[in-house]
Every structure is written in C-alpha cells, then in structure tokens.
C-alpha cells in the first residue's frame, strides 16, 4: 500500500471508492493494457464472422463451386484453424496481460506511476509464470467442472431413462430436463466457488514473485473470510458491463433505424451484419473498460485479507 498512509482494513466501499480513485488517475493507461487482450480477441472473433458470412453468401449466390455440404466442410475447416492459431495466441496474450495490470495496480497502490511499456516489461520476465497460473485458472473454473459435468450428465441421463421407464413421454422428457439443469447448476455453482477461491492468485503472484502452485494456494488462505465481499465485486462488475452493452447496442440499432437508406431490402443483409459487429465490438470494449476495474480492487482484496490475517 501507499507508504503515506497507515495500512488498516477497508471496507467493500473503500475498496470501490479506492478503485475508481486509482483507475481515475492513470485512465489511458490501465485502458491501454487492457485493451490489447480484447483487440485481439475482437480480430479473431471478426475474422471468424467474416469467414462465416462469405461462405454462406458464397453458396446462395452460387460464387463457390461446391455443394452444399463441401461448403459446410470448408466453413468447419476454416474454424478449426481459426480456432489453432487464436487458442495459443489468446493464452500468451492474455496470461501477459494479466500479469501486466496487475503490475501497473502493484505499482500504483505503492506510489508510483506506471506505464503501459513498463508494466507489459515486468510481466514479461515472468511470462511463462503467467501463463502456467493462467492456464491453472482455467482448469480448475473452468474446464475440469465441465468435464466433470458432461461426464456426470451422460451417467445421470442414462439413470433417468432408467427410472422413467414405463412413464410417458412427457414424464420422461422432464425428468431428464430436470436432471440436466440440476447438474448445470451444480457445476456452475462450484465453479464460481473456485473462481471466488482463486481470484487473489495472480496478485500475489505479482506481488510476493511466487510460482503458480504456491500463488493458488495462497488465494485459497488469504480469500477466506472475504469470498462474500469479492462475489459482490464480480456481480457489481457483471451489472455494469450487461448495462453498458446494452446502452451501446441500443444507440447503435436506433442510429441504424433513422438512416433510410440502410433499411431497404437491399441493405438488410449488409446491415445485419453491420450491427451484429457493432454488438460484438462494444461487448469487447465494455470487456476493456472493466478488466482494470477487477485488477484494482483483487489487488486490494489481496492487500487488504493481508492486513487483516498478518
């Protein structure tokens, strides 16, 4: 923390308030680093979409030589090395990114003045550190309690079909519906839970220099007692970015509506597509605008659980 100031533990307030304070001071910085993460997610996504419509504006208006199924092959094809090249890119990206923001937030609650060149620097001497937690992260919110899910669901489906039995169909569809939800929201349930328990990993990977096994390890410690407080912070967080997209889609769908010339049929498809990369390019933005609010007030948590514990 601040050397001017004697550390003492906040409140889910004086966190915000510190946040809005701390992302205030240094705007197009902390934007700047969080923005090259979403940019490059927005060129594969666009790519991806683009990829899509040509392919099918291909086979309606018969500029492409194959059959329909061949073209549906090519458009999986397509994806699939889409996909290839965006995966390793996105994790090297973003695990640098993460370690980047949180740097900058480590240096301005010490004092100092970061910078986007010197923050990406210092988390690039430790960017295999970074990605190896990211990819931590992941297993363990998300990808292991979906496999866990789509294991259990096959299993679960089998005994509901065994139960209903000799039920109408109707019973039957619904017990098995009944099954597949109650698993979904299990399985989601844990893995907000382990997100909640692993969200101070990255700052104290940061800040202490530690491995990725032991900054896990330590979230897990240092996030008891706190975890209600960080939900609040996730949901506020998730609030704000839902309202954002939607104010952004709605001025940009009543712009379109009051141009004339987009509104014939002629221009439909062209429009659709137009405002379907509108949504998608503000949904990244708002993505950007929010990253750096998480990083400031995790590292906060993470100082704050400190103050109180040690």
């Known amino acids: 923390m601040n050397g001017n100031e004697a550390p003492r533990p906040l409140n889910l307030g004086e966190i915000l308030d510190r946040t809005i304070q701390i992302y205030r001071g240094r ?21 991806i979409l683009l990829g899509f419509a040509w392919f099918g504006a291909g086979t309606r208006n018969g500029a492409l030589l ?21 995966l390793p890119v996105m994790l090297g990206v ?8 949180n740097h900058a937030a480590a240096a301005a ?31 363990i919110v998300w990808i292991a309690p979906l496999g866990v899910w789509s294991v259990a669901l096959i299993f679960m489906t089998a005994i509901a079909a065994g139960i209903s039995r000799g039920a109408s169909p109707q019973t039957a569809g619904a017990l098995v519906g009944f099954v ?11 893995a907000l839970w382990m997100l909640l328990c692993v969200s101070l990993a990255f700052p104290g990977c940061v800040v202490e220099r530690i491995d990725a096994g032991d900054a896990l390890k330590r979230s ?21 970015g839902w309202i954002l997209s939607m104010v952004v889609t709605v ?56 103050i109180r514990n040690e």
Do not use: C, H
Request: charged share 10%; proline share 4%; no cysteine.
């Open 27 to 47: 705007f197009l910085v902390y934007l700047g680093i969080a923005i090259i993460p979403t940019g490059v997610l927005l060129v594969f996504a666009g790519a």
């Open 66 to 86: 194959f059959n329909m199924p061949a073209t549906s092959f090519l458009a999986m094809l397509f994806v699939m090395v889409a996909a290839l090249v965006a």
């Open 94 to 101: 973003s695990s640098l990114s993460a370690g980047a923001i």
């Open 109 to 139: 609650l010490a004092g100092r003045r970061p910078t986007i060149r010197g923050s990406f620097a210092e988390a690039w001497r430790r960017v295999w550190m970074y990605v190896g937690l990211y990819i931590l992260q992941a297993l």
């Open 180 to 190: 597949t939800l109650f698993g979904f929201m299990a399985v989601a349930g844990f």
């Open 220 to 240: 897990f410690r240092l996030s008891k007692g706190t975890r209600g407080r960080i939900f609040v912070l996730y949901l506020l967080g998730a609030v704000l």
């Open 251 to 306: 001025i940009f769908a009543i712009a379109a509506a009051l141009i004339p010339a987009l509104n014939s049929p002629q221009n439909a498809q062209a429009m659709g597509m137009a405002l379907l990369f509108l949504i998608y390019g503000s949904w990244f933005a708002v993505q950007a605008l929010t990253k750096p609010v998480y990083a400031f007030a995790l590292m906060l948590f993470y100082y704050d659980q400190r």
